[in-house]
């Protein structure tokens, strides 16, 4: 983004203000307002103005252009300077994912460790400032992920899963196998304790990670839609686990 490029395509027009300005403010047409094309602009990438549109949504016409006036001055020359200083503010906020967008190095960005296309799809601005951060603001961290979790189809009605016991499991493990639990217990699936599994419906999937011995977790949908945000099983449970500690606290 060059700002230099950015301010000369800006647009201005002064108008009658309704603010301050004494007995000559609906006589002199001290309001200043700025008009910037993000649709049409040569000076941003696709990527740029795609981010821009994205987050500044609330701020920009139907036809992508962003709006933004002053009037607090009398003297319509101070109110450009204040507008123009505004509208570079409001460009940087809307621009963080492109100035602090670091990642793992699979892509994993922001503490809720979103993909890029996650990140259009589902990050919010819970604090309302214009800013998707999912890096340093916590109120934009937790409504991104609870976002996400909905879209995805995450279910408050049931778990996530079970850890199990497998020590009398001996059949051959197909990882991808999805049973009812009353077909889990009859295969000798246990529950933690050793304990026999409930009797219901509920159809689940059998995972046992590496080095768990005779552990191993029964898996549910909310499982499933874990994956989708991120493939690794030990990423799933560790949500799965904090999504147990929440509720019960």
């Known amino acids: 983004m060059n700002k230099e490029i950015i301010l000369k395509e800006l647009q201005f027009k002064a108008v009658r203000s309704s603010g301050a300005g004494g007995q000559h403010v609906n006589k002199v047409s001290s309001k200043v307002e ?3 094309n993000i649709s049409t602009t040569l000076s941003l990438s696709n990527q740029e103005k795609h981010l821009l549109l994205k987050n500044l949504s609330t701020r920009i016409t139907n036809e992508g252009v962003l709006k933004i006036s002053s009037s607090e001055s009398r003297s319509q020359h101070t109110n450009k300077e204040k507008v123009v200083k505004r509208f570079l503010k409001i460009i940087d906020k809307g621009h963080i994912s492109l100035k602090k967008m670091t990642g793992s190095w699979a892509g994993a960005m922001g503490q809720c460790q979103f993909m890029p296309s996650s990140f259009l799809n589902y990050a919010s601005d819970w604090d309302k400032n214009g800013t998707k951060d999912i890096w340093n603001s916590k109120g934009d961290v937790f409504a991104s992920t609870a976002n996400y979790l909905k879209k995805v189809g995450w279910s408050n009605k049931i778990t996530w899963g079970r ?8 059949i051959k493990h197909k990882k991808n196998k999805i049973l009812y639990l009353d077909d889990w217990s009859n295969l000798g699936v246990l529950k933690n304790n050793k304990n026999k599994l409930p009797s219901n419906k509920l159809k689940a999937r059998l995972i046992i990670p590496d080095n768990y011995g005779q552990y191993g977790y029964l898996v549910y949908n909310n ?4 994956l989708n945000w991120n ?14 500690n929440i509720k019960e606290n």
């Open 223 to 226: 499982f499933e839609n874990l």
């Open 231 to 244: 493939r690794s099983n030990y990423f799933a449970i560790a949500v799965g686990k904090l999504s147990d």
């Open 34 to 36: 700025l008009y910037f």
């Open 163 to 170: 850890k199990v016991n497998i020590s009398n499991y001996k």
